[in-house]
């Protein structure tokens, strides 16, 4: 299953999975010093901030490798 959504959504739907944004980046919302990071160890710029991968909580940004890895793990 894959959800799609825009800008306006992204605060609650990182909300939901116990994140949120501080100093222009996604980060833990119990500890707002952790950053989140990519499977790569890559932290996420907001801007950059693509989804929620299923298989446990995988962020993704939005370039063209994570998009293309995101896709790969979809379709395996």
């Known amino acids: 299953m894959t959800i799609t ?3 306006s959504a992204r605060a609650f739907i990182l909300d939901a999975f116990g994140k949120t944004v501080r100093d222009g980046f996604v980060v ?3 500890k707002p010093t952790e950053k989140v990071i990519t499977p790569r ?3 996420i710029p907001v801007p ?3 989804g929620v991968r299923k298989g446990s909580v ?3 940004k939005n370039d063209i490798v994570s ?3 995101t896709a790969a793990a979809i379709n395996s």
Do not use: M, Y
């Open 28 to 30: 833990e919302k119990s």
């Open 41 to 43: 160890g890559d932290v």
């Open 48 to 50: 950059e901030f693509a």
């Open 5 to 7: 959504f825009d800008e």
């Open 67 to 69: 998009l293309v890895e």
């Open 58 to 60: 995988i962020f993704v």
